[in-house]
């Protein structure tokens, strides 16, 4: 059953800031999140560019590295890679950052865009009292247009305009819940 949705942010900023938090998804539920998504075969199946990628035992397996690219940068890259080997309790292995790139290389974006989606899912399924303005949930949008690589395919795919008429340009958009501070589609 639903909690019920109260607004406290007309009250006070402690209140809104406290409400704000009780909003937030659980961490455990997050974290629970996060691994379903990494250890599902389905994502895997979906996200790799080739059918043979991730088949074989290798020092990251799909899960691992989904996980790995989780973690904030705050050191050198073979430094948190060796950190992440020891952590999950791969010690004696090894693994370079080539090698990394190269796994990276080997799926897309869907699996961190279904984490997203997922998060936003629950957030806003009705579980957890979001706070709101006048009884509304208050949305912004940014967009912009991005200037692609000068290719025949892209030209063709998203087409072009303004004054790079050689390059092709997208389209790129960010909804936010901004009392809540969540991107809710991008």
Not at 92 to 112: V, Y
Not at 124 to 129: A, I, N, Q
Not at 171 to 186: P, Q, T
Request: charged residues 30%.
């Amino acid at each position: 059953m639903a909690k019920k949705r109260i607004d406290k942010t007309k009250k006070s900023p402690k209140l809104r800031k406290k409400a704000i938090l009780e909003a937030l998804m659980d961490t455990l539920q997050s974290a629970e999140v996060i691994q379903d998504i990494a250890k599902s075969q389905e994502i895997l199946e979906k996200a790799r560019t080739k059918p043979t990628y991730f088949t074989r035992k290798r020092t990251m397996p799909f899960s691992d590295l989904l996980l790995f690219l989780l973690n904030p940068a705050k050191e050198c890259l073979q430094t948190r890679l060796n950190n992440f080997l020891k952590k999950i309790g791969k010690i004696e292995m090894r693994m370079s950052q080539q090698a990394l790139s190269k796994a990276r290389g080997h799926f897309d974006h869907s699996p961190f865009e279904e984490m997203a989606r997922k998060h936003v899912e629950i957030e806003y399924g009705g579980e957890y009292p979001l706070p709101t303005w006048n009884g509304y949930h208050v949305f912004g949008v940014d967009g912009s247009t991005v200037i692609l690589p000068p290719s025949p395919e892209l030209k063709n795919e998203f087409g072009v305009s303004g004054c790079a008429k050689d390059c092709a340009s997208a389209g790129i958009s960010v909804l936010c819940d901004v009392l809540h501070d969540w991107i809710i589609d991008a």
